[in-house]
């Protein structure tokens, strides 16, 4: 009878933090409604956010109708711990431009789920929405050692699954029937990256954001996955 690997180290336990990641363009702090509330709600919503709401169609929450249903949502974001919400600051404006959490968090297992991303329009694509991710997956892989970083999406949401393979996952496989969200059926893509993975990952994400990188007008000299498909 075949058995998996006996495993010489056992997770020890710990949790992410409530704590803030700080990188170059973006830092990931915890949410605070309060303070990151008004920034949240016109990057998601005001004239740089996407009125016909389009960027809510696979989130279990949104759109809202105004900044009154949008605070109240926000509003017991920062008593979860898992969920663990984080909103997405820039650091040259200090303004939050978007949000992400840490959940199905599995400490015994050394694993956590990253989801619930959203962006700004206009930081969609960008090298501070690519360091966001970087930086939690850092945190994950590095501080608290986990062995898995997962990531799921509807299976139709195609931005959603080019997101994940851009950044580093892996395709596991689809999950036929996983959910009722907005009254429709979702089949669940499920994607994820180990600890063996992420060497190769990490250098690729710390090559793509140098500088060097990068021309005068800000736009990317080669891609994310370009750079780690040439990795050993």
């Given at each position: 009878m075949k058995v998996g690997a006996r495993l010489t180290t056992l997770p020890d336990g710990r949790r992410p933090r409530r704590a803030a990641l700080q990188g170059r363009t973006i830092a990931v702090e915890p949410i605070d409604p309060a303070r990151h509330g008004d920034d949240l709600y016109h990057a998601a919503c005001g004239p740089e956010g996407d009125?016909?709401?389009g960027m809510w169609t696979y989130m279990s929450f949104g759109p809202f109708k105004d900044a009154a249903e949008f605070r109240t949502w926000l509003a017991p974001r920062d008593e979860s711990e898992d969920p663990l919400v984080f909103a997405i600051i820039d650091?040259?404006?200090g303004t939050a431009r978007g949000m992400a959490s840490y959940l199905r968090i599995a400490p015994q297992?050394?694993?956590?789920?990253?989801?619930?991303?959203?962006?700004?329009?206009?930081?969609?694509?960008?090298?501070m929405a690519s360091e966001a991710m970087y930086l939690m997956a850092r945190h994950v892989m590095e501080d608290l050692g986990y062995r898995r970083y997962e990531w799921k999406c509807d299976a139709l949401n195609a931005a959603?699954?080019?997101?994940?393979?851009?950044?580093?996952?892996?395709?596991?496989g689809l999950f036929r029937q996983h959910m009722i969200y907005k009254g429709r059926n979702r089949d669940t893509a499920?994607?994820?990256?180990?600890?063996?993975?992420?060497?190769?990952?990490?250098?690729?994400?710390?090559?793509?954001?140098?500088?060097?990188?990068?021309?005068g007008q800000g736009r990317q000299?080669?891609?994310?996955?370009?750079i780690r498909d040439t990795l050993p």
């Open positions: 009125p016909t709401g650091r040259a404006s297992w050394a694993s956590c789920e990253v989801g619930s991303i959203w962006f700004a329009p206009s930081l969609k694509r960008s090298r959603s699954r080019r997101a994940a393979l851009r950044y580093g996952f892996s395709y596991e499920w994607f994820a990256m180990t600890d063996q993975d992420w060497p190769k990952v990490k250098a690729a994400f710390e090559t793509w954001l140098a500088d060097d990188n990068f021309d000299l080669r891609g994310l996955k370009e």
